[in-house]
T-cell receptor, first 110, second 113 residues
């Protein structure tokens, strides 16, 4: 069985500050892990993915995530937040099908 | 390469009616999944089709059904609509079965009045 837990339904940071969105997963098989972003009234766009290999994964728009098997975590980070990063972010795990976390809404303060 | 296309984008229906939503996957993709997104329940998996066969099904009542055609296009149908069916319905396409990234359409916003 698979599951995803995103810690914090809403995160607010100042422009230029570090962004950290937390995700923990559970999977009975080696997982594929994803982060998606959703802007209002839009579909989901893939930010980055982990399948195998290097545990630090770089994605679009300056985001990256690190797969930590011992902690069953896949946290999303960005060194410096931009106003355009304001959106909903979803962590997901995939074995037989993709299961999404409940989402984290990221707000950016000027 | 065209992305995932969902039609219509917006729909208003009355309780008790039925509705059909359409999804055209990315060319060459054979797997299509459907999700329901609501503010209260988040993103919930409805079902997945691969090569015209339903491979996985979420925990939704039988009023929700789907199918996939030989060209991989998919439709989902909701019968006897309820107010709680108001949601954004998202379609995602993937190359094949099993683990792998999914590419999403813009969604169909269904409002039941």
């Amino acid at each position: 069985a698979q599951s995803v837990t995103q810690l914090g339904s809403h995160v607010s940071v100042s422009e230029g500050a570090l962004v950290l969105l937390r995700c923990n997963y559970s999977s009975s098989v080696p997982p594929y892990l994803f982060w998606y972003v959703q802007y209002p009234n839009q579909g989901l766009q893939l930010l980055l993915k982990y399948t195998t290999g290097a545990t630090l994964v770089k994605g679009i728009n300056g985001f990256e995530a690190e797969f930590k098997k011992s902690e069953t975590s896949f946290h999303l980070t960005k060194p410096s937040a931009h106003m355009s990063d304001a959106a909903e972010y979803f962590c997901a795990v995939s074995a037989s099908k993709i299961i999404f976390g409940s989402g984290t809404r990221l707000s950016i303060r000027p | 390469k065209a992305g995932v296309t969902q039609t219509p984008r917006y729909l208003i229906k009355t309780r008790g009616q039925q509705v059909t939503l359409s999804c055209s996957p990315i060319s060459g993709h054979r797997s299509v999944s459907w999700y329901q997104q609501t503010p209260g329940q988040g993103l919930q998996f409805l079902f997945e089709y691969f090569s015209e066969t339903q491979r996985n099904k979420g925990n939704f009542p039988g009023r929700f059904s789907g199918r996939q055609f030989s060209n991989s296009r998919s439709e989902m149908n909701v019968s006897t609509l309820e107010l709680g069916d108001s949601a954004l319905y998202l379609c995602a396409s993937s190359l094949g079965q099993g683990p792998g990234e999914a590419f999403f359409g813009q969604g169909t916003r269904l409002t039941v009045v």
